[in-house]
Structures are given as C-alpha cells and as structure tokens.
C-alpha cells in the first residue's frame, strides 16, 4: 500500500481527499504513514498545524464508525432487506421481488448495549466494581495486629521455623519460593 513521498504542500486538496479515503478505510497514523511514505511524526505534526488533514481524518474515522455502528445495531434488532428473487417455471426465468427477514442476534445485541452503556452503571456491563470503605466512608485500616513483644527470643525463633515449615508443603520436601539461590533456610 505504500507509494512515492508526498510532497509537504500545505493546503493540497488531493492529500485530503486521499486522507479521508484511507481513514474511511480505517487506517490508523502509522498505516497512513505508510501509505504516505512519511515518518509517523509527520503525521501528528500535520494534524497538528493543517487544520484540512487533521479534519480529513476525522471525517473519514466518523463515517466509517457510523457505517459499522448503523450495521452492528441492524444486526442487533433485526431487519429487512428487499431483494429480487429468480426462479425458472416452464423453462423460463423469472423473478420475483420480495423481501428477507433477517432476525435479531443476540451477541450483536450485548455488545451493542455493553459499549452503547459502558460509561453509565448498567446492568449490560461485565465488570462490577466494588469499594469498601469503613464507617462514614473512612478507608479501612489494620487494627488486628498481634502484638509479639511478650515473646522470647527462643519462642520467637520457633515460630519463625514453624511458619516456614508451613510453606514447604504437604509432602515435606522443602519447595524454593523467593529464597536466595532457591534453598529454604533452616
């Protein structure tokens, strides 16, 4: 999709119209770099100081987003479409204008309501968020916390061979987990 350089010329409607183009297309700024022979920061720059670029782009990003949105909520409610129809009876063709039904979808149906709502809290969203907070909103804090300056150094000691013997496992072969060069200390 690549072609020769343009040339940096300010106001040059065909680098509209072929802008708009390729972004109807869905080209991002880097394929449309690409397709420019530019390096992608020239992009930006352009979008930045040619108001007629930068308005290209947009223009051809909406209709595109709207022609894809207009099909997907067709697909999600269902719709009609007009068609003609041939048949041969007695040898001869005939046709015959009608019209198929092509029913709702369902998975059209969620995503359009999943990203139609995702800002507003909905039942149609996938994710739930929950806080917890203490009484009148405070954050919660640590209050539980075992006070060990009763114990002895010895009793001390054994708990802390105690708590690793807990993590070597059920089968008492000693299993490395963030130890240095992956022994477990005794």
């Not at 300010?10 to 880097?30: C, H, M, Q, T």
């Not at 040898?91 to 029913?103: H, L, W």
């Not at 114990?151 to 089968?171: C, N, P, Y």
Request: aromatic letters at 10%; hydrophobic letters at 30%.
């Amino acid at each position: 999709m690549s072609c020769k350089p343009i040339k940096d010329d300010k106001n040059n409607p065909k680098i509209a119209k072929r802008v708009y183009e390729l972004s109807l297309l869905g080209l991002g700024d880097r394929e449309l770099a690409i397709a420019f022979g530019i390096d992608p920061t020239m992009i930006e720059y352009w979008k930045q100081h040619r108001p007629g670029f930068r308005e290209a782009i947009l223009q051809g990003k909406q209709e595109a987003d709207g022609k894809v949105a207009e099909s997907l909520y067709k697909k999600a409610v269902g719709y009609t479409k007009p068609y003609e129809q041939v048949f041969l009876y007695k040898g001869e063709k005939v046709t015959a204008e009608t019209t198929k039904y092509y029913p709702p979808d369902t998975a059209a149906a969620i995503f359009w309501l999943k990203n139609r709502t995702r800002h507003l809290p909905n039942p149609w969203s996938d994710v739930t968020k929950h806080e917890i907070t203490g009484k009148d909103g405070i954050p919660l804090s640590k209050t539980n916390q075992l006070d060990l300056s009763d114990f002895t150094t010895e009793e001390l000691a054994m708990m802390a061979r105690m708590s690793i013997k807990l993590k070597v496992g059920e089968d008492d072969k000693p299993k490395a987990r963030n130890y240095k060069n992956g022994k477990v200390p005794k």
